[in-house]
């Protein structure tokens, strides 16, 4: 009954995915190629050339899109890029205990044969009807897998022609099978009696060399999984297949190279193992003897996969506004909680986490009605669940009541918002300097909601000691272009004490919003000369064409090459927002900046992301987030997402942290 | 041009090698190629919708126009010359009243499919004034619907009334909310509440944002004597939330609210601002959210916006603002002072309401319910009672709707027995992939299916049944054989009958060369002889939506139906081990148009018996509900589901 394949039939139908390799570089202006001039050295467009980073270990930007190696996003699935995780997650050998705790069966209770030294599952029942083991436990691979078993063919023995029998090893997402049909197929190895091996994805079959296993002998194989991406941007994970025959020459062959096998949307996440990484189940599938199985280990990698957010196994605790959380008074703070940013260092034996956010009075909601003012307020502590934080009564800048809508107050209310700290660690990663940049509301007479940058360039570290000066940073005359208000700055050293990067929202009437950047000297003096626009929201897709703003970018040097990454939130055009991701690398000091590449996979994080654990109202639309490295785990990237959540009555704001893994330059 | 017409030979030859009537043709070839045209012309002329056309109103002028610069391009329509494809829309005698006329000789039928300017006034194929009136353009097109209904809200002489009161004296139901509440002055609607709550009224009953356009039409008088610290303003909103849960805070779908501080009228679509406009002067606003996901402010009848936003679920159209003095004698806040809510249906072939599972349960005396039925095809008898037909095992069953049930079926006969099951040559081996459709003339319900000998070619057979019977009969002899049309092997058949009274069959076919094409015949004998028609062009169609050809693996199943001046073509897609249904529309079976946008209009759910997949889609429009009836996919086992939207029968340009 069921239809007709297109692929492999069809010369009508232009290509089929399963049977193309992935496209390894996927920058947008070269059409998925590479970045080079067509014709030119690096083009790997019509004229040839390298396609994508030819080498993620050399050192040389091969594809010329200014990312070298492992921070190139063609590099992301490389072994040699991935870290470590966690060895031996899975291992399941075939004693009758393990078989039953560790392994479903299906579709009958029937378990596979076994050996007398129960090291080899040797047989499934020879009635022609597919039986399988599924592992309980889901396996996590979005940030990459090794799966490793051995397998020995056992010859044609009686199988005619005609045999049914086969052995496959299969990924899938299911717990069970329908009797006389297959497990379905993410991904499978099948083995038939005679050797013969192919690689299937539903019922179809994946193109790889004609390969057939030596009969009797023993073959090691290797599946090794990691996050990629698709041509179209789409996040997929990308499977490598290869064996060798114990005894046979030791020599390694390659089956399959990159192959996109299951896009990350698709793959378990509530599943026991896969709670905070998306994957999928392993299984054993077959039909009598075709093949024996020997033990199953699977390590899990952690490469570095810039759509994979997980909650923290530290510190996961969700900071609420409305509540006594961050130790703010109510005067200032009872509504509205946002725009957060955040420093991590260590103080003593502890992590010292700094917060700083906008908040105010009054229901942000009726900013639409009237003017809204917010104030910035601070909190710290070493112990993030540990509430309330340590924070200032008082807001650390800004007036208090920052709103003045239902009671009379003093004129000349001045609304700051999107606070940013830049910290200086010493060389104990300990708190030496704290810098704020913010936006500050310009005479509502001339602009209404205008706001030009400001910055304090000395931030008291106590919590509740107030920041006494401040001064204009970055004004909107000194921006060319049509910038009505300037918002969300974040600074970044530029290097070797040559000044800051400043990014910044440009808000423009009746357009998308932008992110700029300016370059400041190291007394905050900007130069208006070394002003660019870094990112536009029509550049990178549907979900951000109505604009993009909340830069927050992290700078980081080795061997004086400075990667800067950026996160910012991207706005589709209904209004729904994301959070998106870019990057690039530059000689350090930074002194002009470099074109910031999307990640083709943008965006990164949307709303209903399942690193949340769902939304506690009807929705709960992105805000803005902040990012630091956590001065402890220093592989360890961690954030501070801000959310506002509708409920059917009441809207409240969060603050959740998230984090991710980003091996250290 | 070449191409196109390499293809128009093809179609020619293909069509003389099978014309109508002729089920083992067998005229050769070389004698038929001189005689393909008009036979070509008179077929092709007669499938034409007729209904397309008028469907739009009078927003249709040249149809030439659009296409007049489509030189290069296949412009011929497919056909042998430039004459042949006037034959698709022009008035000849074939062609019912209200078909777009076009010029002789232009090159336009495709031009309204290309994806291209051809014209360069601005506007691609639907958007372009010469396309509009297009059946297909109408398809999922939001602007393309009904008139449901409609109120106008005035306030005047409503004068010391309670809102509630002044619009049930117009006969609109209302409930009001907040506190103060809302009140009438000079006419014109005043809004209490303060920074903690706000007041209002909700004025109609739920709106189906995936099936209703919904324009709201407000005139706002801006607040006197508002200082920058003044909270007052009024906007009309569409929300889901109920009363209660207005008092507190609005959480709108789109929203249109003047600021009396800020003097700006604001534009929100999700919570977000999307635009701000300076307004001091008493003006006439316009809120449009459209079931195809485009929500528009109009600014004194002009147009100043339009973006997308999220058409689900259910919302009501909402009154309300802020005060912070709300009191008859302090200077007045933002006002209303009149509001009309206009409520047309479109067609939306995404639009689909809640899924459910069919119910298949035996005929015996101990109904079992019945779990492992594939390929599912709905119909409807002449008294307006649902079947449908599905594969199970090695037979096709007939189960009947029962007590006029949407979702339970019975079978009509056992467990074990089949309603028919394959006994000749041609298809011993495995029948499969029934489509079942009601013969009204012969009071029969007739079925195609594909029929598999034992040596693996495939052809399409028919075999009827009385209405109440149990079982069918088979005909004699496959209704297309691949020898007949010089193909390898037929796929699923999807069948629907043209208002016209002629049948028209989509089917797949493998070529001879071993191609995949979905292919189009045409019957006029009810069923029993067919006549090809075209090759549908699925790759080109898709590809102008910029869908990525290369990730689909397959496309399969398709199923047809004629609504709102155009043929709707429903597929099954796989991406991978993923199963979703996508959809097409065309006006005369030769060019074709994704709907949705290229998405599919019918996804895998995030749970139950489909949460994997669907696939298998049998569509059915009757008066003014289409229903979907499908295999769901949970990784395991298929399980048959159903859905439907409401939609118009037939499109107008409000």
Redesign the interface.
């Known amino acids: 009954m069921r239809a007709l394949l297109f692929c492999g039939l069809s010369l009508w139908w232009t290509g089929c995915s399963i049977f193309n390799a992935p496209d390894r570089d996927l920058i947008p202006n070269d059409g998925g190629l590479d970045a080079m001039p067509d014709g030119g050295p690096g083009d790997g467009g019509p004229d040839g050339g390298p396609v994508g980073e030819q080498n993620c270990q050399n050192g040389i930007d091969d594809d010329g899109d200014q990312l070298t190696d492992c921070a190139d996003f063609d590099c992301i699935a490389q072994p040699e890029c991935c870290a470590e995780g966690q060895k031996g997650f899975f291992a399941a050998e075939w004693d009758r205990t393990t078989l039953n705790e560790q392994w479903l069966s299906a579709p009958s209770a029937a378990l596979p044969r076994r050996n007398s030294e129960q090291t080899m599952l040797v047989e499934f029942e020879p009635d022609d009807v597919p039986r399988s083991i599924i592992a309980r436990e889901c396996i996590p691979l979005a940030t990459g897998a090794e799966l490793r078993f051995r397998i020995t063919p056992q010859g044609n023995r009686s199988c005619d022609d005609d045999c049914r029998e086969y052995t496959a090893i299969v990924w899938t997402p299911v717990t069970n099978m329908q009797s006389g049909a297959s497990l379905l197929r993410e991904l499978a190895i099948e083995i038939a009696p005679n050797g013969q091996l192919r690689v299937t994805r539903g019922n179809d079959v994946v193109p790889t060399p004609a390969l057939t296993l030596t009969p009797l002998l023993e073959h090691e194989f290797t599946v090794q999984i990691a996050p990629g991406l698709r041509s179209g941007g789409r996040p997929t994970l990308l499977a490598s297949i290869s064996f060798r025959a114990i005894g046979g020459g030791d020599q390694t062959v390659s089956v399959l190279d990159e192959f996109a096998f299951t896009d990350q949307d698709q793959l378990l996440l509530e599943s026991p193992g896969c709670e905070g990484v998306a994957g999928l189940r392993v299984a054993i599938e077959g039909v009598g003897e075709s093949a024996h199985v020997g033990e199953f280990e699977v390590d899990t990698k952690r490469c570095v996969n810039p759509s994979q957010f997980q909650r923290p196994a530290v510190g996961s605790r969700t900071l609420m506004s409305g509540s006594s959380d961050l130790g703010f008074s109510d005067t200032w703070s009872a509504e509205g909680l946002g725009a957060p940013t955040l420093v991590s260092s260590l103080s003593g034996s502890a992590v010292r986490w700094d917060l700083m956010v906008e908040s105010t009075d009054v229901d942000p909601d009726l900013g639409n009605s009237a003017r809204i003012g917010y104030a910035l307020g601070h909190a710290q502590t070493t112990v993030w669940d540990s509430v309330p934080w340590t924070g200032g009564d008082d807001p650390k800048l800004g007036d208090d009541p920052p709103s003045c809508l239902v009671a009379p107050c003093p004129d000349g209310l001045v609304s700051l918002r999107e606070p940013h700290l830049l910290a200086r660690l010493n060389s104990g990663s300990m708190l030496s300097a704290l810098s704020l940049t913010f936006a500050r509301e310009v005479d509502a007479s001339t602009c209404t909601d205008c706001f030009d940058i400001h910055v304090a360039a000395s931030v008291p570290f106590a919590p509740a000691t107030a920041v006494m000066s401040s001064m204009p940073l970055v004004q909107r005359a000194q921006v060319p272009g049509d910038c009505r208000s300037l918002r969300d700055p974040s600074a970044v050293p530029a290097g070797d004490d040559t000044g800051y990067w400043v990014f910044f929202t440009c808000e423009r009437l009746g357009q998308p919003s932008e992110i700029h950047a300016i370059f400041a000297a190291a007394d905050w003096t900007v130069d208006p000369d070394r002003h660019q626009i870094v990112i536009r929201g029509d550049q990178i897709g549907a979900f951000a064409e109505g604009g993009v703003r909340g830069p927050e970018a992290l700078v980081e040097t080795r061997d004086n090459t400075a990667t800067l990454r950026l996160w910012f939130v991207s706005r589709s055009r209904a209004g729904e927002t994301s959070f998106s991701f870019a990057q690039a690398q530059a000689e350090s000091p930074i002194a002009s900046l470099p074109a910031l590449e999307p990640y083709p996979g943008n965006p990164v994080l949307r709303a209903n992301a399942a690193a949340f654990g769902g939304c506690p109202g009807d929705d709960c639309p992105l805000h803005s987030l902040a990012v630091v490295r956590d001065a402890e785990q220093n592989s360890t990237l961690r954030f501070v997402v801000a959310r506002r959540v509708n409920t059917n009555s009441a809207t409240s704001y969060e603050l959740v942290p998230l984090e991710q893994f980003l091996r250290l330059p | 041009m070449s191409g196109a017409k390499g293809r128009s030979m093809v179609i020619g030859t293909r069509w003389a090698t099978r014309k109508m009537g002729s089920r083992h043709a067998g005229v050769a070839p070389a004698m038929i190629a001189l005689a393909t045209i008009a036979p070509a012309k008179i077929a092709l002329a007669t499938i034409v919708l007729a209904l397309g056309a008028s469907a739009c109103g009078d927003d249709f002028g040249d149809f030439s126009s659009e296409a007049t610069d489509d030189a290069g391009t296949a412009t011929n329509g497919g056909f042998e010359d430039a004459n042949e494809d006037a034959g698709l829309r022009a008035g000849n005698s074939s062609d019912a009243p209200g078909v777009v006329t076009q010029g002789e000789g232009t090159d336009s039928a495709r031009a309204c499919y290309d994806n291209l300017d051809n014209n360069g006034d601005g506007a691609l194929d639907c958007q372009d004034s010469s396309c509009k009136a297009l059946g297909s353009c109408c398809v999922g097109d939001g602007d393309c619907c009904t008139l449901a209904s409609q109120i106008a809200i005035t306030f005047s002489g409503c004068e010391g009334m309670s809102l509630t009161d002044c619009l049930a004296n117009q006969t609109i139901s209302a409930s009001e909310f907040g506190d103060p509440l809302p009140f009438v002055r000079d006419g014109l609607l005043s809004l209490g509440g303060?920074?903690?709550g706000q007041t209002g009224a909700i004025i109609s009953d739920g709106l189906n944002l995936k099936e209703q356009r919904i324009a709201v039409q407000a005139t706002f008088v801006p607040a006197e004597n508002c200082g920058?610290?003044?909270?007052?303003?009024a906007g009309v909103s569409l929300s889901t939330?109920d009363t209660?849960?207005l008092e507190?805070?609005?959480?709108a779908v789109a929203q249109l609210?003047l600021?009396?501080?800020?003097q700006?009228m604001?534009f929100?679509?999700?919570?977000?601002?999307?635009?701000?406009w300076p307004v001091t002067e008493t003006e006439n606003w316009q809120l449009v959210a459209r079931p195809s996901g485009e929500?528009s402010a109009f600014r004194d009848g002009n147009e100043v916006i339009r973006?997308?936003?999220?058409a689900t679920g259910v919302a009501r159209v909402v009154l309300h603002?802020?005060s912070?003095t709300p009191t008859p004698g302090t200077p007045p806040g933002a006002r209303l002072r009149q509001v009309t809510v206009q409520t047309s249906l479109c067609d939306i072939p995404g639009g689909w309401a809640e899924r459910e599972e069919l119910a298949l349960l035996t005929n015996q005396n101990m109904p079992a319910a019945i779990e492992d039925a594939?390929?599912p095809s709905l119909a409807y008898d002449g008294t307006g009672r649902a079947a449908v037909a599905f594969?199970r095992a090695n037979g096709i069953w007939l189960a009947r709707s029962r007590d006029g049930s949407p979702i339970e079926f019975q079978t009509t006969t056992d467990v074990d027995a089949p309603a028919l099951s394959g006994s000749a040559p041609w298809n011993e081996r495995?029948i499969?992939?029934p489509e079942l459709v009601w013969d009204e003339e012969n009071n029969q319900w007739v079925v195609f299916y594909?029929g598999e000998s034992n040596a693996g070619e495939r052809s399409i057979g028919r075999a009827v049944a009385a209405a109440s019977a149990a079982t069918f009969v088979d005909d004699d002899a496959p209704a297309l054989a691949p020898a007949d049309y010089q193909v390898s092997?037929f796929?699923?058949p999807g069948v629907t009958i043209h208002p016209s009274g002629f049948w028209v069959m989509v089917a797949?076919v493998?070529t001879n060369?071993?191609?995949?094409?979905l292919r189009a015949f045409q019957s006029t004998d009810r069923g029993v002889t067919w006549g090809e028609v075209t090759r549908i062009d699925l790759?080109s169609a898709l590809a102008l939506e910029s869908i990525?050809?290369?990730?689909?693996?397959?496309?399969?199943?398709p199923s047809l139906m004629v609504r709102g001046g155009a043929y709707q073509l429903y597929y099954?897609l796989?991406?991978?081990?993923?199963w979703s249904i996508g959809a097409l529309a065309s006006d005369e079976l030769v060019f074709w148009r994704p709907l949705n946008s290229g998405d599919p209009v019918l996804e895998a759910s995030s749970s139950g018996f489909d949460r994997?997949g669907v696939r298998s889609p049998s569509v059915v429009g009757r008066d003014s509900t289409v229903e979907l009836v499908y295999e769901g996919l949970?990784?395991?086992?298929g399980l048959l589901g159903r859905t439907a939207r409401q939609s118009a029968p037939a499109g107008r340009f409000l």
């Open positions: 303060d920074a903690t920058t610290g003044c909270l007052e303003s939330q209660t849960e507190t805070r609005i959480r609210l600021s009396g501080s800020r700006e604001t929100s679509v999700a919570g977000s601002v999307v635009m701000r929500v973006v997308p936003f999220e603002g802020h912070r594939e390929s594969e495995k499969s992939d594909v092997s796929g699923s797949s493998m060369e071993g191609n995949i094409e790759e990525n050809l290369a990730e689909i693996d397959e496309v399969d199943d099954s796989r991406r991978g081990t993923r994997l949970d990784g395991v086992r």
